[in-house]
């Protein structure tokens, strides 16, 4: 396989903070309870007119400044998106021609919900490896905010909004900076976190017993307990298939969707404090975004070193899940 160079990476979340103290107008909630649970203080959000497009475009734009691509250097665009704003145009499609970016690239979203960075990354790493595109920009988009049921304060309290992306391409020095990624899916537990579409059958037939609604529903205790089995050992696994020892990676890059599960991920791993990057402080769960977002404030707030190696993990709706430990060069954030 062709070795891949991650050139890039930016993020972008939206100025409007929701702290706690502001969720108990909702509903009868505290601040202790949310943070010693979650380890969320505050959360950011879209408002009016704004959406993960916005996000997902300055991301991007970051992302391919930071990796010295111009927009007609790119010759395929995913988005990772659990709920984008629209199904279609998709998400990549819109962004393609908001960013410059030539038609006739192609240009699709996947969905893997909180793992779809990693997802997309494996995408990317096929078509890099065999030849089939060169320089891909991946895009982890979404407005949670806009499909939370903020009656539900079960949920409601978790989600943020957000975007990260990355700019990745064939490796010209022939360093592959992908040292190992796996990713994983289980189906028969996908009933844990859902979002159904509103959606009705022709008016012609009966109809449906149930109508979507377009909000998530989710059992948080079972997707806890899912969480805390399945991924420690799974990071581990993945580590232990890049030929390195826990040990000598720099840094653990969770996804961001409950503290007391980053505590989970970095126990099994033995790290210190100052290896596991964690900010779901401010930002809550932004979904596919929270590794390049905590990825680029890690290195903007001095956290993380570039020149240096790190684990990056995610799970989510479906249920998905997915690891890979990265290389991470000077200069890409
Ligand atoms: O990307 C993956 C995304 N999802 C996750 O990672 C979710 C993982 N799960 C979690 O983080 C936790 O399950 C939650 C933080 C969502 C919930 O914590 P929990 O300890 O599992 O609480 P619970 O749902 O079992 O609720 C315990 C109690 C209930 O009251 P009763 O029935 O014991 O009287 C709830 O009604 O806490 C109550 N409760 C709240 N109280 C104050 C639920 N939400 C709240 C709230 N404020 N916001």
Same mark, same amino acid.
């Given at each position: ?43 950011? &959000? /879209? ?5 993960? %497009? =916005? ?7 970051? !992302?391919?400044?930071?990796? @010295? ?97 990355? &700019? /990745? ?5 022939? %360093? =592959? ?7 994983? !899916?289980?189906?028969?537990? @996908? ?143």
């Amino acid at each position: 396989m062709k070795p891949l160079k991650i050139a890039g990476i930016g993020y972008c979340v939206p100025e409007t903070v929701i702290t706690n103290d502001d969720l108990t107008k909702l509903y009868e909630t505290s601040d202790e309870w949310i943070f010693s649970r979650t380890g969320i203080k505050e959360r950011r &959000v /879209v408002s009016g007119n704004e959406t993960a %497009i =916005d996000l997902g475009y300055d991301a991007a734009k970051k !992302a391919l400044d930071k990796s @010295g691509f111009k927009p007609e250097d790119i010759d395929c665009i995913i988005s990772a998106a659990s709920a984008p704003p629209q199904l279609y145009p998709t998400l990549s499609c819109t962004l393609q021609a908001k960013l410059g970016i030539p038609n006739q690239v192609p240009a699709f979203d996947l969905t893997a919900a909180c793992t779809g960075l990693i997802y997309a990354l494996q995408v990317a790493r096929g078509f890099i490896g065999a030849g089939i595109y060169k320089t891909i920009l991946i895009v982890a988009a979404d407005n949670n905010s806009k499909i939370t049921n903020w009656e539900d304060r079960g949920t409601s309290i978790l989600f943020g909004d957000g975007a990260g992306a990355m &700019v /990745v391409t064939e490796s010209d020095d022939g %360093i =592959d900076d992908i040292l190992s990624i796996n990713i994983s !899916a289980d189906g028969s537990i @996908g009933q844990m976190i859902q979002t159904n579409m509103p959606s009705q059958c022709c008016p012609l037939v009966e109809q449906a017993d149930e109508v979507g609604t377009g909000k998530i529903i989710m059992n948080g205790k079972d997707v806890y307990k899912f969480a805390v089995s399945t991924v420690p050992a799974y990071v581990e696994e993945c580590i232990q298939k890049s030929g390195m020892k826990s040990e000598e990676i720099d840094y653990l890059i969770p996804h961001q969707a409950n503290q007391r599960i980053i505590e989970s991920i970095q126990n099994r791993l033995k790290y210190t404090d100052d290896k596991v990057i964690s900010n779901i402080k401010y930002y809550g769960n932004t979904s596919a975004a929270s590794i390049p977002i905590a990825l680029v404030e890690g290195v903007e707030q001095g956290k993380i070193k570039l020149g240096s190696t790190a684990v990056l993990c995610g799970f989510g709706a479906g249920m998905t899940w997915g690891a890979a430990v990265v290389r991470l060069r000077k200069g890409i954030c």
